[in-house]
């Protein structure tokens, strides 16, 4: 055929060379014609000519091709005289032969099926990001048709700082002619003229991260192989739409909600008196992918660990806080935020992970638990692994890996409070993360909780996680990772010791009912609060909490604790009513002592109530007072508690929380009595009020609204504003607002993405926290 290549060896490829003829089918050096000078040509010369003659084709531009009864003879030099006077000459370019990609379409657009299909249509710009495990396309616009027979053609993805086939981090997909499952393969699935459009297999278990693609061709005749490198990166996320991936959830709206919702609630206060406020996740927002890929980046942890969900979660746990690995936050509990921004004004966690991507990795100032476990849902759902934040109320912090809440007392049954370093938090925020477990005993997948709060060390690192749920429900915390720690956090006893005069410590009392109360989270599909306190343990007082909670015990530092019961006929409570005490009043509580024998009873109860960190730890005293108590026989006694506003205004800090413990022993039988009771002072919610319609790209207005509850002025008042699809963060400088005053200011912003927004406000001030509002905006689409 015209302009086809063949070997030296083939007969048919006599012509080809200048100064070759054929002789009994062997190639010979010819004589020059007559008449014609020619400038010797060296040894080397002539043999790279006859091997290779592509690498000096720049001498020739073109074949003049002779059509002969014995065959094809070509000549290369424009000089020669054609063999036969009757020819017809083609004149084509060597560079045709060759195959070469012009250009790559990633279709990545919203619009494209790749997003529709991956669901991954909200993620800002137009990158191509796709879920692993699934079908995905592209198009390429080749310098001439694609020929299957002639043509070979295959795709390169590479992604880390070395890339290597042995880890996963170096793919290269071969073009089949059938795709099959849970391999990288791709397959021309459209054809047109130079355009080919190919559909591409992803494996199940390959490393999530940012690659880049190359694609290299080449063609048979020529033996030449070209490269061509898009411009744009490829991202890949887990998928819990495939069944095959470790993360896969069953449910589209379980997906909705622990995938692709981008806002949700995260809860506050105490068991009594639940705060609810809305975090914008925001995995969807600019730039926010590739702030989560920084994060992993940052970790140091090699891209071939980016496989497996457990890992990946372990890292996220260890990086979105800061104390030994420059993490995304850096926490304070302390009350002073200069430098940086009060934990409580934050509702979202955009800006946070924005910044640190945008400052290089710098910890971004300051974060408590719920700010911690908000990041971690963004960060998690942006990679697509199904998550949720989760509170638990009256959550334990065990130190001393006994499993339970110890409380010490001396001979007089006052707290030593160098020895109380276990503490019993008023909340605590973390997270849920879903996925299989292949490395625990069959039956462990599902939820895994994870907590991103730097509070102890796992293997040498400021992390937790992830434990298994059904392991902690059970008592295995013998399992991985960090099931101990979860387990004390919801299902501890809290065991209470008195000194005795010879130093040693005896057990005095037990509560089991004392922490992990009302677990929180986000209900699917609505913004109402449901309780997952079943998923993390037993009924309390069942047979089967009973045996998890001794089964843990026995594998803490204090296995004997359980050796022997104690008699109670006494009981001592206190009671709430309503929603509880608000800020700027006084607080005023019930104590209840019931007296369940049929005998008389007298104690003496010690009250003492201390403002507290809402992580259990106390700050001072503010009040305490002494009671006398008799009973009759099944009489039940109700005593009004109250703690006057002069008392604790100036004592406040960050929650409002405070801790009323009491303490006493029955005269009778030497029962002690104990009981820790945490409350908090309700705060006032900014009121936001949408003004008008609004639609997209035209300026749309909201009014905000706050009430000052305390008799005193509040000073250098801020309002922080944002709304994904709305607005980026907007602080508004409201300054100072008088005692009981009233204020108004009106927000303007212009949406860009239709449909139900959220509006979230916050007020930052040092003398008021935990103030927060939020309304629902429907965007339209433009008329």
Known sequence: MPGERQSIRDNSAVGRFHGVSARNGEAVAEKPSEG???KPESGCRRWLRKACPCCLRQQSNSYDLTSEADGVVAGNNENEQPASPVSVSVETNVDDLSLAVRSVDLLSRKTDRNKKEHHTDQYCGDQLIIRRGQTF???LELSRPFNSNTDKLHLELKTGDLPLVSKGTHIIIPLVEELQDERWEAKI?????????LSINSSVTAVIGKYTLTVVTQCLKTKESTTHDPEKDIYMLFNPWCEDDAVFMEGEKELNEYVLNDTGRIYYGTEKQIGAR???FGQFDEGILEACLFVLDNSEVPPSGRGDPVNVVRVISAMINSPDDRGVLEGNWSGNYAGGTSPTAWSGSVEILKQYHREGGTPVRYGQCWVFSGVTT???????IPARSVTNFQSAHDTDVSLTTDVYFDEDMEPIHHLNSDSVWNFHVWNDCWMARPDLPPGLGGWQA??????ETSHGTFRCGPASLAAVRSGQVYLKYDVPFVFAEVNSDKIYWQRNLDGTFSQIHSEKKAVGHCISTK?????????????YKYPEGSEEERIAVETACRYGSKPDVYSSAMAEDVQVEVRMEGEGPRMGGDAQLKIVVKNMSSQPRRTTLHSQAAVMYYTGV??????????????MPQEEKIIDWTLPYTQYQNQLVDQAALMLTLSGRVSETQQVLANQTTFRLRTPDLQIEPIGEAYVGKEASAKISFTNPLPCTLRNVVVRVEGLGLRDLHPIKVGDVGKHGKVTVTEHFIPSIAGERKLVASLDCKQLTQVHGVADIIVHESQ
């Open 36 to 38: 014609k000078t020619k």
């Open 137 to 139: 396309q592209i198009e």
């Open 189 to 197: 699935v459209e054809q047109n003229l130079n355009r080919a459009k």
């Open 278 to 280: 809305t975090w914008n």
């Open 378 to 384: 963004t960060v998690l759902r942006c990679l697509g």
């Open 450 to 455: 994870v907590d991103s709060t730097p509070q």
């Open 523 to 535: 209900a699917v599909g609505s913004d109402e609060r449901v309780d997952i306190t079943d998923v």
């Open 618 to 631: 106390l700050k001072d005293t503010v009040k305490k007072d002494k009671l006398s108590v008799e009973l």
